[in-house]
């Protein structure tokens, strides 16, 4: 059975500063992986879907990287605002098609201080 | 605007009651879902229909039953509702091997 973790639970730093945000996976037989993230009582808003054949995909500010076989991806976040306070939640696909269930982390709470 | 809309976005209820969240999406997708977020802010699937067809049925209690219309709505019936039903439900879509792209949700509140 799958399961994904992301640790730590929360984190907090200044403005300006360069992160990671972590993601494991226990099955390295994944279709993709996609990072999210969801403000305060909101939805999720989709921001990077890396597949299994790539190495990382970025966006802006922000990098995705996957290393399947370790089971690993890591969101880099560059320059970091205040506005990047969100949670941020790593999912795994493992099979393409019409059974693609998103199997979540529990999420990383950001919060970057100005 | 292109996008996935769920309605209601809130629902207050007693247990007991029978109530319906609807869900609808214009991408074009052949694939949609529902989640379950709980107080934790756990977020698990319970469903999932491809082209109108139940695919994907994650140990849900029979009280919850999906309908899918048509490719583009997918709702969701809760019969008896519980107090271990309030949470955040979400309806997502999309197409084979793409992202998904979720609803803002509902937040159902059973007292």
């Known amino acids: 059975k799958q399961e994904v973790t992301q640790i730590p639970a929360a984190l907090s730093v200044p403005e300006g500063e360069n992160l990671v945000l972590n993601c494991s996976f226990t099955?390295?037989?994944?279709?993709?992986l996609q990072w999210f993230r969801q403000d305060p009582g909101k939805g999720l808003t989709s921001l990077l879907l890396?597949?299994?054949?790539?190495r990382e995909q970025t966006s802006g500010r922000l990098n995705a990287s996957l290393d399947k076989s370790s089971g690993r991806s890591t969101l880099y976040i560059a320059a970091s605002q205040p506005g990047d306070s969100a949670t941020y939640l790593c999912?795994?696909?493992?099979?393409?098609?019409?059974?693609?269930?998103?199997?979540f982390g529990k999420g990383i709470t950001l919060s970057v201080r100005p | 605007d292109t996008a996935v809309s769920q309605t209601p976005k809130y629902l207050v209820t007693q247990m007991g009651n029978d109530k319906s969240i609807k869900c609808e999406q214009n991408l074009g997708h052949d694939t949609m879902y529902w989640y379950k977020q709980d107080s934790k802010k756990f977020l698990k699937i319970m469903f999932s229909y491809n082209n109108k067809e139940l695919i994907i049925n994650e140990t849900v209690p029979n009280r919850f039953s999906p309908k899918s219309p048509d490719k583009a709505h997918l709702n969701l019936h809760i019969n008896s509702l519980e107090l271990g039903d309030s949470a955040v439900y979400f309806c997502?879509?999309?197409?084979?091997?793409?992202?998904?792209?979720f609803g803002p949700g509902t937040r159902l509140t059973v007292l």
């Open positions: 099955d390295s037989a994944i279709y993709n």
């Open positions: 997502a879509s999309s197409s084979r091997g793409g992202p998904q792209f």
């Open positions: 890396i597949q299994s054949s790539q």
């Open positions: 999912a795994v696909i493992p099979l393409a098609g019409a059974n693609s269930k998103l199997t």
